[in-house]
């Protein structure tokens, strides 16, 4: 029974290299070639048959998901930490989104469009939840609705926002975080000064 055990243990770890190895050759071949990565390429580069990447995650739109599904891919979400200050927690998902996007851009220039549902939603769910944590603390503008700020947050932590503002990275990952929260005041309640 323990011999069984430990070669399934064996086999889980070599399937979770092939996937990560898969997932690591669409990952690059995506960000260089865009829609012409085809599953045939990945397969070549990754050192697998088609028929082992169809097993792993059934098309090609399904292993376009996986790569989205990757932490900090299209759903960045910051390191956990304590329910605090809201605002607190909006820099910091601000300034995680920046330095993910920033690891790889071309990927996930190439990424947009696809994988929205599941990461989506989650993202949409936690921009919800952000947005009604700064109406409860009383941080919202008179007169910003929560849908707003959950449009906002969502807007602030999106791809296609930082990719404009990063220039090829003319701005660093800081500096793009630091103009994303400035426009983020826009929605909130300055500050009482101290």
């Not at 580069?45 to 098309?59: E, L, P």
């Not at 920046?98 to 947009?112: G, S």
Request: aromatic letters at 4%.
């Amino acid at each position: 029974m323990t011999r069984r055990g430990y070669r399934l243990g064996r086999r889980q770890a070599e399937v979770d290299r092939t996937r990560s190895g898969i997932l690591a050759a669409a990952r690059d071949l995506v960000a260089k070639l865009g829609p012409a990565a085809s599953v045939g390429k990945v397969a070549e580069h990754a050192g697998v048959s088609r028929i082992t990447i169809y097993n792993q995650f059934g098309s090609k739109a399904r292993l376009l998901e996986a790569l989205t599904a990757e932490p900090g891919s299209v759903a960045p979400d910051p390191p956990p930490g304590e329910a605090g200050d809201p605002v607190d927690d909006l820099r910091r998902r601000v300034e995680h989104a920046c330095a993910v996007w920033a690891e790889n851009p071309d990927l996930y220039r190439q990424l947009a469009g696809h994988g929205r549902h599941g990461p989506h939603d989650r993202q949409a769910d936690a921009d919800h939840a952000l947005a009604l944590r700064l109406a409860a603390d009383d941080r919202l503008r008179p007169g910003c609705s929560i849908k707003e700020a959950e449009d906002v947050i969502g807007i602030l932590a999106s791809f296609s926002v930082f990719d404009r503002l990063h220039k090829g990275g003319r701005r660093s990952p800081a500096g793009v975080a630091e103009i994303l929260m400035r426009m983020a005041s826009g929605v909130m309640r300055p500050l009482p000064q101290v």
